[in-house]
T-cell receptor, first 109, second 114 residues
Framework: GEDVEQSLFLSVREGDSSVINCTYT??????LYWYKQEPGAGLQLLTY?????DMKQDQRLTVLLNKKDKHLSLRIADTQTGDSAIYFC?????????FGAGTTVTVRA | DAGVIQSPRHEVTEMGQEVTLRCKPI?????LFWYRQTMMRGLELLIY????????DSGMPEDRFSAKMPNASFSTLKIQPSEPRDSAVYFC????????????FGPGTRLTVL
């Protein structure tokens, strides 16, 4: 079965980099995703990585995938107050998205 | 293009009442998903439709829950009768193809059953 784990909280100073970590168990996952959820809102797709890639960069976002350790990370450069939200890691296996519990990121001035 | 549209955004009802949640997927998307989000259980897949046909409803909690997709642009999730433990945020998502494409989520319906 699928099991995705994330740390629950991260506090970061404005302008610093944030790194959110995630581990998953299903080695046959095809895609891995990062979604962002702001209070009272839906899940916004941030980025994704195909399982045969090691890294993907998209503006301030960098995704690293270590397939051997089944470890995924999201780095946000120059973190801003608007980055305060809950970040969900998810893996896609067949049609099923399995989500982690979410990491609450708080950006302090 | 409009994203996934859900209505209502908020619903407050009393135990025992029927609740109907609505979803309009992104035009051209063939797959539709209903999820439930709670503090205790996180995000759970309730049901998955492909080309309007229910493929996997193993996540539907019990017979009080039912979902339909009468056409490619509309789906409903119905709870009858509703119970306080059904209080949650219900999300609809759609994708072009379920096995390979990104799922895009609607804003959700926050349901409170008193």
């Amino acid at each position: 079965g699928e099991d995705v784990e994330q740390s629950l909280f991260l506090s970061v100073r404005e302008g610093d980099s944030s790194v959110i970590n995630c581990t998953y168990t299903d080695s046959s996952s095809t895609y891995l995703y990062w979604y962002k959820q702001e209070p009272g809102a839906g899940l916004q797709l941030l980025t994704y990585i195909f399982s045969n890639m090691d890294m993907k960069q998209d503006q301030r976002l960098t995704v690293l995938l270590n397939k051997k350790d089944k470890h995924l990370s999201l780095r946000i450069a120059d973190t801003q107050t608007g980055d305060s939200a809950i970040y969900f890691c998810a893996e896609l296996h067949d049609y099923k998205l399995s989500f982690g519990a979410g990491t609450t990121v708080t950006v302090r001035a | 293009d409009a994203g996934v549209i859900q209505s209502p955004r908020h619903e407050v009802t009393e135990m025992g009442q029927e609740v109907t949640l609505r979803c309009k997927p992104i035009s051209g998307h063939n797959s539709l998903f209903w999820y439930r989000q709670t503090m205790m259980r996180g995000l759970e897949l309730l049901i998955y439709f492909n080309n309007n046909v229910p493929i996997d409803d193993s996540g539907m909690p019990e017979d009080r829950f039912s979902a339909k997709m009468p056409n490619a642009s509309f789906s409903t999730l119905k709870i009858q009768p509703s119970e306080p433990r059904d209080s949650a945020v219900y999300f609809c998502a759609s994708s072009l193809r379920a096995y390979t494409d990104t799922q895009y989520f609607g804003p959700g319906t926050r349901l409170t059953v008193l």
